[in-house]
């Protein structure tokens, strides 16, 4: 009898133990899913076609093709909805009734994270190579383009931060975005008929697994963000925000590598630097990025000829010539020609 009692008291304790450590459960599941989705188990090295229902772990990773969703179904109720061209590792995820330890790692992408209430101590993080969100009970859209993150709350407060730990409180209908680990932006409000709501729009469609989705469109998300971006860049300088500026347009570059973007942009940084800020050779090197980098685009007479400016207002007269001969010998009908015969015949008479 005894006998029969201690075993029953151990089998007893052994199921306790393995309902109350989540370590050794799954965790949730694939509850949807459609177009190239993939899955790659902890310790694995292929990944292998997604299905729905499949069991989630900690250390698994989802990923999507180009035209591929999905949807996981975690334990505690909440659900993260992976774009197309994302990638995502679940990192750790503990539950138990007094306490939810989560981390999910975005590598590239898109994710739309609804975290469900909790009642118990939270610590649920949404991380990329370089942000961090902090969440509880609620609803935001994450982007992960290369070093730049940009983040769309939809519910609740989402706390936002850098590698460098300063964080801002992302609210609903606003975006924050970051680059290189940087403290991320004042959150800006969404407002409808603007390029933010079209963006965010976007994001909630294709990382909705039902609903149908132009990828042609979704294509284009980095690039509205980055002209978002230089516009706003311009915004702030006017308003004597410049530090802020450099920043946002900053980030405009890390958004897109599009050469008619990426020279509007290093051509807002050069003005800011030399005409606000007072750091002309910060300000040359943005303008001879635009002259090399992007030779063939009509954003490079700017260039030859604020360069031009700059080193005649710091005294460096040989280099001041050298760049408005260029500038008459390339633009000879451009639209600072006039302006620049008269320097250089100022710069002849001293």
């Known amino acids: 009898m005894l006998k029969n009692r201690l075993v029953?008291?151990?089998?007893?304790?052994?199921?306790?133990?393995?309902?109350?450590?989540?370590?050794?459960?799954?965790?949730?599941?694939?509850?949807?899913?459609?177009?190239?989705?993939?899955?790659?188990?902890?310790?694995?090295?292929?990944?292998?076609?997604?299905?729905?229902?499949?069991e989630l772990n900690q250390g698994d990773r989802l990923k999507t093709g180009d035209d591929g969703r999905m949807e996981l179904s975690l334990n505690d109720g909440?659900?993260?909805?992976?774009?197309?061209?994302t990638e995502l590792e679940i990192t750790e995820f503990l539950l138990s009734k007094t306490k939810r330890n989560a981390t999910v790692f975005l590598l590239q992408g898109k994710l739309r994270a609804s975290v469900a209430s909790f009642s118990g101590k939270t610590n649920m993080n949404i991380k990329t190579p370089t942000a961090v969100a902090g969440i509880k009970g609620t609803d935001f859209i994450a982007?992960?383009?290369?070093?730049?993150?940009?983040?769309?709350?939809?519910?609740?407060?989402?706390?936002?931060?850098?590698?460098?730990?300063?964080?801002?409180?992302?609210?609903?209908?606003?975006?924050?975005?970051?680059?290189?680990g940087h403290k991320p932006i004042e959150p800006v409000k969404v407002e409808p008929d603007t390029p933010l709501f079209d963006a965010r729009k976007l994001l909630v469609d294709v990382t909705t697994v039902d609903v149908p989705v132009e990828w042609?469109?979704?294509?284009?998300?980095?690039?509205?963000?980055?002209?978002?971006?230089?516009?706003?860049?311009?915004?702030?300088?006017?308003a004597g925000k410049y530090k802020e500026a450099l920043e946002?347009?900053?980030?405009?570059?890390?958004?897109?590598?599009?050469?008619?973007?990426?020279?509007?942009?290093?051509?807002?940084?050069?003005?800011?630097?030399?005409?606000?800020?007072n750091m002309p050779e910060d300000a040359l090197k943005e303008y001879q990025t635009v002259i090399d980098k992007y030779s063939q685009m009509p954003q490079k007479e700017n260039a030859v000829y604020s360069s031009g400016v700059i080193y005649m207002d710091i005294g460096n007269k040989a280099k001041a010539r050298e760049f408005f001969k260029e500038y008459l010998k390339s633009y000879p009908q451009g639209k600072h020609a006039a302006t620049v015969d008269l320097m250089l015949e100022k710069l002849e008479k001293e």
């Open 8 to 54: 029953i008291f151990f089998l007893s304790l052994a199921v306790f133990l393995f309902m109350s450590n989540p370590v050794f459960a799954g965790i949730g599941n694939i509850a949807k899913q459609s177009g190239a989705a993939f899955f790659k188990a902890k310790g694995q090295k292929d990944w292998i076609a997604a299905v729905q229902e499949k």
């Open 78 to 85: 909440s659900k993260l909805a992976l774009g197309n061209s």
């Open 143 to 180: 982007m992960n383009q290369g070093k730049a993150n940009v983040f769309f709350g939809q519910e609740g407060t989402v706390s936002v931060s850098g590698t460098d730990k300063e964080r801002v409180a992302l609210l609903p209908d606003t975006m924050t975005e970051n680059t290189r």
């Open 216 to 238: 042609k469109e979704t294509g284009k998300l980095p690039l509205i963000l980055a002209r978002w971006n230089i516009n706003y860049g311009h915004y702030l300088a006017d």
């Open 248 to 277: 946002v347009l900053q980030i405009a570059l890390d958004l897109t590598e599009s050469p008619d973007t990426s020279a509007d942009a290093h051509l807002e940084r050069g003005t800011i630097l030399s005409r606000y800020l």
